[in-house]
């Protein structure tokens, strides 16, 4: 039975008193695998930091479920933009991947021998047991994905939040991607973010478009009437039985 | 020849000092340079002399009125570009010669003569005292229990900040008491090289490491060691040329820092040899 984790009250949320995304309601089970498109600067950012706890909203409210545990700890696995990790930050790959299970642990608590088994047969089973001693700056773009995707689910988490995990990243490593992912929904909610809509379509069960406002379609099929009411950026293009979908040019009122 | 320097209560004292020193740089420092906030630990060594005037003018020891002064700069600076309007890096440039600038009219105003002013500027590490000594003592072990109770913390934090966020750690607890290490750490040494030179006690030696390793903890050790050969060849060197111990320290450091550099260029380009290395700056 799906059961409801996490929930967005009317949010409303920006940074330094300019709202980015406005009235926000969704509602996250535990079965989802939600896709988040929209351009760039639409608040897709904003949106997960809302979600993640980071960014406290203006106005409405973030409601945890059972991803929140005793304390302050949420059981959130997060895998972050490339761009944001610095690249010359000494540290090693399981060591980046041991820190995932901080969110378990919390913060007094020092890794015990299970922890680093875990950590080890994570790595093995994303084919990287080999790197674990390398520095992550090291590694290279698909190497340091899987290294921030063992640390994102080393912990077991209730919710898997992926920021745009195909950027730097060759083909054969997005596919692999892919492939995880619908494993691991099957313990986990997972929402992906992306601005590459035609790609995941094939993967997600359910779209939400950012673009200031905010539509959730509970489906992941778009029919081109509904994209006109949503007002969303995205355009429709069938093959086969298989729909894409394309980012159309579009100005928001 | 050092065992007849060891006679000396001087040398003995600088020679504790040294092993202070290098541990607390070694530590202290590699978590500046791992965090990129070279610049801020600059500020706030410079704006601890406005403690130093101000420890004249009142007449109490300068070395507690820069422990104050260095610690409300080190939080004031993360306070301050948080709420405020002004850039960060503008604000601990602010931070940095407005301490100077207290420091220098409190000495002015200071009457008669400010003795050991140069002490401070430029260090002299054979006039640490053994209450001095004391002090670094126990900020050396503070700072390594610290270290090894919250070393994961650290590490978490220094290198993915938003995600210990959402872990829900004390990310900026932990932060304020880290800065205000850095702060007493830059204290400490100030008698051994000066606020002047100081900045680069706290990240020559972990260039130097960056050559060997680039893990967090290594790099805690190969720079402690190699603090404390800067500090004890600059001392040796201080003595027997008869020069300031502060700048020979630091010139030491760079040798040995050109030293090294030299060594890998041969060894990588003139023999050709292909051994792995780390990924240096």
Redesign the interface.
Known sequence: MAEKILELDSVTAGYNGKVVIRDVNMEIFSEDFIGVVGPNGGGKTTLLRVILGTLRPMKGKVKYYSVQEKGNIKRIGYLPQLNMIDRKFPISAMEVVLSGMMSKNGFLKRYSRRDKELASQMMEKMGIAHLKDKTIGELSGGQMQRVFLCRAIISSPKLLILDEPNTFVDNKFEGELYEHLRELNKTMAIILVSHDIGTITTYVKTIACVNREFHYHRSNVITEKQLSAYNCPIQLITHGDMPHTVLKKHDHR | MITELLQYHLFVNALWAAVFAGIACGIIG?YIV?N?IVFLSGGITHSSFGGIGVGYYLGINPILGAAIFSVLSALGIEFFSKKGEVRYDSMIGIWWSLGMAIGIIFIYLTPGYAPNLMTYLFGSILTVSTTDLIFMAVLTVIIILFFIF?Y??I??I???E?????????VDA?KNILISLVALTIVINIKVVGIILLISLLTIPQAIA?HF????EK?IYYSTLTAFVGLFSGLLFSYYLDIPSGASIIFALVVLLGLVKLAFYLIFNVFNLNIQR??N?
């Not at chain 2, 938003?162 to 004390?170: E, I, N, T, W």
Request: glycine share 4%; proline share 3%; aromatic share 20%.
């Open positions: 590699t791992s990129r919250f994961h913390t590490l978490f220094s290198f993915d938003s995600y210990a966020r959402v872990f829900g750690l004390p932990m960056n390793t680039s893990t967090f790099m780390s990924e700056n």
